[in-house]
């Protein structure tokens, strides 16, 4: 296991408000490298997301199956 899977999963073990404050503070960090999505963008299409889903105009998918699709196409190399 690489040491960011580690870093991962010790993240994931945190209780829901210090899991809210590592997010947090990965995102900023990330809006500070030159992330072209400001806070405020960044914040406001979670909300439109989060609407769109209440109100039944999208759905959702379980993020271990999210996560598995991502790792499959990154071990065949289709990620950017």
Excluded: C, K, N
Excluded at 19 to 47: I, K, N
């Amino acid at each position: 296991m690489s040491d960011r899977e580690v870093i991962l999963q010790q993240a994931l073990a945190l209780p829901p408000d210090d899991r809210a404050y590592v997010a947090t503070a990965l995102e900023h960090s990330l809006a500070g490298e030159g992330d072209p999505m400001s806070s405020q963008e960044f914040l406001a299409e979670l909300q439109r997301r989060s609407a769109a889903y209440r109100a039944g105009t999208t759905s959702a998918r379980p993020a271990a199956e999210v996560l598995a699709d991502l790792r499959g196409r990154q071990a065949g190399g289709t990620m950017t």
